[in-house]
């Protein structure tokens, strides 16, 4: 009797294998993954496979010969997943917003090499569903609403204090746990800050108040859970910018990751602190142009100089915090290669070396935690309403980076932040 | 027919190289590996684990993935540390560390057909669905290594020596706050090439059964006994123990030169148990001890800290001064332990090194591991009665698998401790040879 066998459950960022057994000697298969997002959407991946003379498949081992992938990927059903073709123009995503409950994932196996069109028209001979978690059992997760903070904080059940990460995700608000999470079960108290859109906080982003972020700083090292080695900060798109500028002002702050973030306030968006303000560099909508139906902001942001880019962000580059910037080199909405290179230029002005750049190629805007399904077009909050955005990105060079970058950033922070005892 | 092969058969308790092949299986057939092991006091201990048989009819435990039981993913080791009691209507926690360190532990390993959850149906239903089961041993000692009981004056003991020619560096391994020795550990460092002493405090032999204090002098008694070994170096003495044990060598080498190095595992800067430290007029009493009243989640009890950390300004009444003493110290804690506060602990030591301008020592944390830190795939004990008045079992710390690898790393730095002053004696010892 053929069947699929899987893990039931595992951790989003973790690695699992899949085996097709009880197939006939050599038979084609199609294994079929399927997953549908918050909003509803269907997302599913395919992968044809040959089973061994005894009926086998060995995802982790064996090629896959057509389909969503092909070769030797063991994540491949997980990282692969798109909308399926008969939707027609359908953008979403497979990030989750409600941790509590994990992601479900449809395995099915049908008999032949089925294409991605008509798969829909067969019944499996087999299926399976695995469940993945945002949330290790052993990290609590508290909603921080003290009238001044929003946020979320997951914190790891243990009786000494933590290494302490403040997460800032990018511009769509609201408070954006799944990175934060998956961060806090690799051993760190994370607080996911929300800076507009909910709460308290204004309903639109008029500028960056970098005393509130400063407060969020505050709030994360004085808690009773937190090590007091001083905390990291990550930062994703936006919240990367803030990230570099918050550290110009926190001593606190030992290391900081940025995450496809600009090197200068954007998006039209100044950034206020203390009565001071760095105004974001022009920002022109009417530079958005489209093609082939989506959008294109590569242009839109007219690039400072080195030296006028100390009006456009706090000097981040003073501090005496170790820096960590991962982007694509494809990355569809920001010019990725001039807004390092000013970076990299402020650093070396300034003396600073403990900074380190990565590039991965032919990756996107969209660089989320590994396995998740890379991105490309998705709704962007500035622009024509209703025309997606190409956030760039090859799929299999994307994912790829999504492990890698994961592998990096917590490497990053573990070796910036955990207690160090002389020895 | 299907078959076990064990390799090697009887391995070493600490062993990392052990292999578990299940071969002439079902081609990519679903099946449940079950490791069984019985304690000292007739509990039933298991772990099982989900894999899927190769185009040739085998299962490779060190190379392949397991689908779920007691653990997912690649883990040679893990039918080993993922061990625990049985469930059943009998207390829910017990110990395997096996007392009788000269014969081997048996472990029955289980081949089942298919992916059964042998918790929830229960060993009468798995029973038909079993498929081959064989024996192994884990020994503690190597066949070159011999025990002898130590009752000399009124030291109570035994002690593993190598039988091979030439001398060793002599290590005295010592019980903890509940007393007798743990034999097994003192025998599996001797397979790397020291004469061990496991020395009882109490509750050994004809020792009484509690003491309200311990005498450091004992620790230096069994210092001069392992010292006037025929086989062991002159230049000097290992010491080392777990929790109370721990302090209770730390303390010692305050005032026993001979004591070269010393291992504190999860051992505070203070006397503890409710039992003083005593040393001549001298004595050292414990901080504060809390054992009840912590919060009770499904009938056990979760302390975060019991013992509290003695203050810098009054350490005198706890603790001798070791930072004196010229000995190299290495601090073993788990992260997770809930009986000490090992950074506070930690941060205090350094204090007091620092005071003294004392340099020599190094301090090792591990991730997820608990107070009671045994030899590597020692399965997790981390529940315990503290007596003498504790209404619950207490949680002491430690995650299954995190616990596992500290424990297999803590192992190595202490035995790469112990070899690299045992190694400094030998050539010491040599070169004194070759200049007679």
Known sequence: MAELVAPLTSLIDELVEIKARGLKPKQKITIQSRQTSEKGQLFHALAHYIASETGLVTVSSDESLGGSYVGV???????????????????????????????????????????????????????????????CKTVDRIQINNGDICGTLFRPRCTQKLPGVLYIDGYHGGVAEFRASLLANHGFVVLVLGYFKCDNRPDELKYIDLDYVQRGVNFLVRHKNVLECGIGVVGFSLGGTIALAISAFSPSIKCVVNICGMTYACLGIDIHYRKRVWKSVEFDEQKISINKGFQNHAKTHTIPSVVETEKHIPHFFKSDASFLFIYGDDDGIMDCDESMSIAKQLFQTSGHNSCKFVKYTNTGHLIWPPFIPPIKYHYHSKGHP?????????????????????????????????????? | MAKIIVKPYNSLYDDPNLVIRVVNLGLNEKITIQSCQTSDKGREFHAYAYYITDDNGKVDVSVDSSFGGYYTGVEPLGLLWAMRIVPGPKQKFSSLVKQDATTPAFIIYKVYRGHIDIDQIGSINTRKCLMVSSKFERKFANSNIRRFVVKEGDLRGVIFVPEQKGSFMGVIDLGGVNGGMVEMRAALLSNYGFVVLSLSLFGAFDQIKKVSHVDLAYIERGVKYLLCHEKVFKDGVGVLGVSFGGS?????????????????????????????????????????????????????????????????????????????????????????????????????????????????????????????????????????????????????????????????????????????????????????????
């Open chain 1, 73 to 135: 990927e063991q994540m491949g059903l997980f990282w692969s997943m798109k909308r399926p073709s008969y939707v027609g123009k359908s953008y979403g995503t497979l990030t989750k917003y409600n941790l509590v409950v994990p992601a479900e994932i449809q395995l099915n196996l049908y008999d032949n090499f089925l294409q991605e069109e008509d798969i829909w028209n067969f019944k499996p001979i087999a299926s399976l569903t695995i469940k993945r978690q945002y949330i």
């Open chain 2, 248 to 436: 209770a060598v730390l303390a010692a080498a305050t005032f026993v030169k001979d004591i070269k190095c010393v291992v504190n595992i999860s051992g505070p800067l203070s006397a503890s148990g409710f039992t003083n430290f005593k040393y001549g007029e001298k004595i050292w009493m414990p901080t504060e001890e809390k054992i009840n009243g912590h919060p009770v989640i499904d009938g056990i009890q979760r302390p975060s800290c019991m013992i509290q950390t003695p203050q810098y300004l009054k350490i005198h009444k706890h603790f001798p001064e070791f930072q004196k003493s010229e000995a190299s110290i290495l601090f073993i804690y788990g992260e997770d332990d809930r009986s000490v506060n090992w950074k506070e602990q930690s941060e205090l030591a350094i204090q007091l090194m620092k005071s003294s301008n004392k340099t020599n020592y190094e301090i090792k944390s591990y991730p997820g591991t608990g107070h009671m830190i045994f030899p590597p795939y020692v399965p997790m004990f981390s529940l315990a009665y503290i007596l003498p008045t504790a209404n619950y079992p207490t949680y002491l710390g430690g995650t299954s698998k995190d616990h596992a690898y500290g424990q297999a790393n803590a192992w190595k730095h202490i035995i790469s401790f112990l070899k690299e002053h045992g190694n400094k004696m030998r050539d010491n010892n040599f070169t004194l040879e070759s200049r007679l």
């Open chain 1, 386 to 423: 209703g025309i997606p955005t190409d956030f760039g990105g090859i799929m299999k060079y994307h994912s790829d980076a999504q492990e890698e970058s994961w592998r990096e950033i917590i490497k990053f922070l573990k070796g910036n932040l955990v207690f160090k005892v002389k020895g």
